[in-house]
Structures are given as C-alpha cells and as structure tokens.
C-alpha cells in the first residue's frame, strides 16, 4: 500500500515525517515548497498532484484553505484526474465542511472514499505525532484508514458523516479563539486594578476557569511572546468559515463575529503573522495598559 501526501508545509511535513518513520511507503508533493528531506528519508517525489494520485493508494492532503483543496483534488492536474477506483482520499486541512462534502461528492462519482480529518494540536504535537483528530465520513472507510491516523495523533475520533470532522474543526476554533479573548480581557482588567496577572493565572488555573487554551496562551501573554504558534490570519481563516457556515444554516453567532473583528483590527495593525494569543494587544491598546508577568 502506498500513501500519497500532498502539502508539506508547517503542519504536512512532519506529519509525513512520522508515516515514514512508522514504516509506510510515502510519494510526496507539494506545489511550492521543496521535499528533498523527505525524499532522503525514503519517500518518492511526485510531478504534480495528478501524478502523486496515480502512484497512491491513499491520499492525504494538508493544505491552507478550500480553494486549495478544491485546486490539488478537482482542478487540471488534480488528484481526480489521477485517482485509482477504490482508493481513499484523507483531507487533514481545515476547510468548509461544505466544500469537504462537495469534494466527497465528485470524488463518489469516481468511485473513490473520502475522509476529512482535520486536526487540533499545532506543529509541536504534529512533529510528536499527538495531534487531536475529528473525522467524518462512513465508518468502514474510516476503520480501514485508522491505523494510519493513530501514527499522527494521539485521539481519533469519528464525529459524523462527510463534513462532520470540518464542523467539528470549527467548534474547535470558535472555543479556542472566545477562550483567549476572555483570557485577555480578564487579565486586562486585574493588571488596571493592580493585581499581578501572573497571580490570578497561579490562582484559577486548576478552577472552572481554567482550560488548556488558558494554560498554553497565558504564559505567551505574560512573556509578551507573540511568535506563532497559530498565527492569526490562520485564524481569521477559520472564523470566517465559522461565520460562512453558520449564517448559511440561519445560525447567529455573535461572539465569534466579535473576535473576527478584533482579529481584524490585529491584522490591521500589521500582526497577521503573530500568534493569535496577540489578541490581548487589541485589550492592552484599548485600556492603554500592558499585562505582563
Ligand atoms: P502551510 O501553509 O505551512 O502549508 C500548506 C502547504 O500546502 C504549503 O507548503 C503549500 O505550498 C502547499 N500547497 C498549497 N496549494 C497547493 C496545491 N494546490 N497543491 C499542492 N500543494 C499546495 O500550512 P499549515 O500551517 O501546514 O496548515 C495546513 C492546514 O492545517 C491549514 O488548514 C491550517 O489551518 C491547519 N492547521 C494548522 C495548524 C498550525 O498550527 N499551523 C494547527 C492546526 C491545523
């Protein structure tokens, strides 16, 4: 069995670094970035994203965004163009759920299996191989590929049908972009009433108020370190198809368009490219005040 891996950016390299390292047979592409590394460690390079599909079984792809998606599996010289009868597509990006059912549904009429599997966790646990991963798709297809994801994360989850693994990305994201937007705003407003942020971080951390996002951003926050990590525009990428899915299904979802606009007014401020802990900024500049350790 042969694995195809399209996308070896941040997140698709070292993600493809350990499907090598657990033994399997890897062609790789990528349209702009080099593979050489990973062509030295065993894997065959690909041409293009048609030719990678020609040579693979499975197909796993981590791109930016839905046109990109739509570009490597739809358009000339993509993977459908190539794709064998029986095989199994896996997209890990973060994309609209209804472009992951739109890709599904051409790739069906070509008698090929789809699974999208985005993933939470960021590049460290991807180069772990301890990545948080939300599938949707149909159960057989997913039991049959399983054992492939469990090489890149430490929880695999079936959530639903084809679309439900995006849905899922997008709670995801929803939660942990309010959670550092509250984190932000509270420590704001104990730094101005003089009481060391670091103290109240020590003191509720094991509370209800305490979470993981709190745990991984505060000490980014009190550092004044704002070196991705998740970098904002990455973010805005994921609320604004948050905000597309949901008024879409008739769904408000106020908060959320609240922190796209404070995610705005960052990337205004020439911080797209800064983790998206960087929120608290947007507080500190409006309360004219800095929270640090
Ligand atoms: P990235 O930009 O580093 O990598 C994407 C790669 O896709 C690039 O190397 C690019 O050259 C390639 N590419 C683009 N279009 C292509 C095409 N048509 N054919 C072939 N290759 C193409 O992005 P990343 O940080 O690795 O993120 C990938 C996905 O994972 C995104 O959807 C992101 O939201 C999600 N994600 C990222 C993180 C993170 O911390 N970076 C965490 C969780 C999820």
């Known amino acids: 069995m042969v694995i195809g891996f399209i996308g070896l950016g941040i997140m698709g390299r070292p993600m493809a670094k350990n499907l090598i390292g657990a033994g399997y047979k890897l062609v790789v592409y990528d349209k702009f970035a080099k593979f050489d590394d990973l062509v030295a460690l065993g894997a065959e ?38 794709v064998k009868a029986g095989a199994t ?22 008698d090929v299996n789809f699974i999208d599997a985005p993933v939470s966790g960021g590049e460290p646990k991807a ?21 492939i994801l469990e090489k890149m994360g430490s929880s695999v989850v079936l959530v639903g049908d084809v679309g439900a693994g995006s849905v899922t990305k997008l709670a995801n994201q929803i939660i942990v972009a309010l959670n550092i937007a509250a984190v932000s705003e509270a420590f704001v407003l104990a730094t101005k009433a003089g009481v060391k942020p670091q103290s109240v971080f020590n003191a509720i951390k094991d509370g209800l108020a305490g979470s993981t996002v709190m745990n991984a951003k505060a000490p980014m926050i009190l550092d004044g370190n704002f070196k991705p990590g998740f970098r904002i525009e990455l973010h805005i990428k994921d609320l604004q198809n948050a905000l597309d899915t949901a008024h879409n299904l008739g769904v408000p979802v106020p908060l959320t368009a609240g922190v796209m606009e404070i995610l705005q007014a960052l ?27």
């Open 45 to 82: 390079g690909a041409v293009s994203n048609k030719d990678l599909a020609v040579r693979s079984d499975i197909i796993i792809t981590m791109l930016p965004n839905s046109p990109h998606v739509k570009e490597a599996i739809l358009g000339s010289g993509g993977v459908i163009e190539g």
């Open 89 to 110: 597509v896996i997209d890990m990006s973060s994309i609209a759920p209804a472009v992951s059912q739109e890709v599904a549904a051409a790739l069906k009429a070509r």
């Open 127 to 147: 180069v772990d191989g301890t990545l948080a991963i939300m599938a949707g798709g149909d159960p057989k297809t997913f039991g049959a590929v399983k054992p």
């Open 267 to 293: 990337r205004s401020d020439s911080l797209a490219s800064s983790d998206h802990s960087a929120i608290v900024r947007y507080y500190e500049k409006l309360a004219r005040i800095e929270v640090r350790a």
